[in-house]
């Protein structure tokens, strides 16, 4: 997988250096000239209707103005160009067969387990005390891991703080969980999670997720508002639990190579425009987020956890935070620390 991956990766490269898109058009790898024109291509893992699809669209809106037309941006929603495998998606991004995306941190850990301590349950309060964490050094360290994948991390949008939902009973205790079927990300992190309170996780692709609950193969699942909403889930599930349990981060995400290909003043122009449009997405995530909430609600049964309740679950997944202290490593997690 390195030698192939190493190889695209020269390839890439390989065509910026000769120049091969001077005609004016490119592909996702492009040379360095000044006034190079670009057609890339960004894929999200949810709908076109969500936050994430604002922000890859704002992006987009960004690079546009700031480069007068030079860099134009394709949007696929729902992982048109991977099968809808965000972990396959991934793999695109890294061996450059496309140029942006935005994927959230729990699917990079299929691919390297230190991606997951951003996600570690109950790491953070709220979301001012992870806006502190990753200005404080959460963001640094994630770029330096990303660069090890061949990808130039150009910030944080955020999925938010992921609640679960099924179709059984109310949660409000550990022993709630127990025997419940729920899908979750294909993360090692996630099934510990949940076999640690006693559920019966499965992973599957997001793109089944719907369908899985409508036929009742599966009990519920967890995911933040804005995708729980936007993916209509809230269609086909009866209860509601939040309790903030995990931080979600999105990966704005660019081909480290076709990065490094820019000329300085292209990449100032795509780092500001990722800047502007992560700050956008977040604010609107944010934003939605208690206006969605309150329209499941009429839905749903809403329970809303109390610190007590919280405690009860928290005390009961410490051990995750032993076991998984050698894989994430200790600089990662002082990295990612609360303030």
Do not use: H
Request: proline content about 3%; overall charge negative.
């Amino acid at each position: 997988m390195k030698f192939g991956r190493a190889v695209a990766i020269a390839a890439v490269l390989g065509l910026g250096l000769s120049g091969c898109a001077a005609s004016g058009g490119t592909d996702n790898a492009s040379g360095n000239s000044d006034g190079e024109k670009y057609s890339w291509d960004f894929t999200i893992t949810v709908s076109d209707t969500s936050t994430w699809y604002a922000g890859a669209e704002r992006f987009a809106e960004i690079l546009d103005e700031k480069s007068d037309g030079r860099m134009q941006v394709n949007i696929f929603a729902n992982e048109q160009l991977s099968g809808g495998d965000p972990a396959a998606g991934v793999e695109q991004l890294m061996n450059g067969d496309k140029a942006f995306s935005y994927n959230s941190t729990i699917i990079y850990s299929g691919i390297d387990p230190r991606f997951s301590a951003i996600n570690a349950p109950f790491l953070y309060d709220n979301y001012e005390t992870a806006d502190a964490a990753i200005e404080a050094g959460g963001l640094a360290a994630y770029q330096d891991l990303a660069a090890e994948q061949g990808i130039e991390l150009l910030g944080f949008g955020e999925s938010g703080f992921r609640q679960v939902t099924n179709s059984k009973a109310e949660i409000t205790s550990p022993a709630d969980v127990r025997g419940l079927k729920l899908r979750v990300p294909g993360s090692s992190l996630f099934l510990s999670i949940f076999e640690k309170l006693g559920a019966d996780p499965v992973t599957m692709n997001f793109s089944e997720v719907f369908t899985s609950l409508q036929t009742g193969t599966i009990d519920g699942q967890e995911n933040p508002y804005d995708v729980i909403y936007s993916n209509g889930l809230s269609e086909v599930q009866d209860y509601l639990t939040v309790w903030n349990y995990v931080y979600d981060p999105l990966m704005l995400g660019m081909n480290k190579a076709l990065f490094d290909s820019l000329s300085a003043e292209d990449q100032a122009i795509v780092q500001e425009a990722a800047q502007e449009a992560n700050q956008y997405q977040r604010d609107l995530n944010r934003e939605r987020g208690e206006e969605q909430l309150t329209e499941m609600g009429e839905t749903m049964t809403v329970t809303e956890l109390t610190s007590d309740q919280v405690a009860e679950f928290r005390s009961a997944l410490q051990p995750l935070y032993e076991e998984y202290a050698s894989v994430w490593t200790e600089d990662l997690v002082d990295a990612v620390a609360p303030q």
